[in-house]
């Protein structure tokens, strides 16, 4: 098993930028592929950004391509999201997750391990 913690996540004006971190700790991260995916109040959880065990493989929402970019640390156990340019539409509780496979994607039901979540918003 694996345990994750998001932090980093704050009040910001828009155009400006956060930097999640998830925190993992447990069994050998690297054995992981890791997603953040985020809920705004009342709506659904959706995918943000996905990357591989191995760092090799990114995705991202199509909103957030070219603001947000996902990296991981294994050596840290650690994964990251920066943003940038942030938007009010960011506004959501930002939650990592984790399953134990390559790469997994935008596949949420496949997540196994997640996080308390973070608070980031956005004002304009």
């Known amino acids: 098993q694996v345990q994750l913690v998001e932090s980093g996540g704050g009040l910001v004006q828009a155009g400006g930028s956060l930097r999640l971190a998830c925190a993992a700790s447990?069994?050998?991260?690297?054995?992981?592929?890791v997603g953040w995916f985020r809920q705004a109040p009342g709506k659904e959880r959706e995918f943000v950004a996905a990357?591989?065990?191995?760092?090799?493989?990114?995705n991202y929402e199509n909103s957030v391509k070219g603001r947000f970019t996902i990296s991981r640390d294994n050596a840290k156990n650690s994964v990251y999201l920066q943003m940038n340019s942030l938007k009010p539409e960011d506004t959501a509780v930002y939650y990592c997750?984790?399953?134990?496979?390559?790469?997994?994607?935008?596949?949420?039901?496949?997540?196994?391990?997640w996080g308390q979540g973070t608070q980031v918003t956005v004002s304009s």
């Open positions: 997750a984790a399953d134990e496979a390559y790469y997994t994607g935008n596949r949420l039901q496949e997540y196994d391990y």
């Open positions: 447990g069994r050998t991260f690297s054995y992981y592929a």
């Open positions: 990357i591989s065990r191995s760092g090799g493989r990114t």
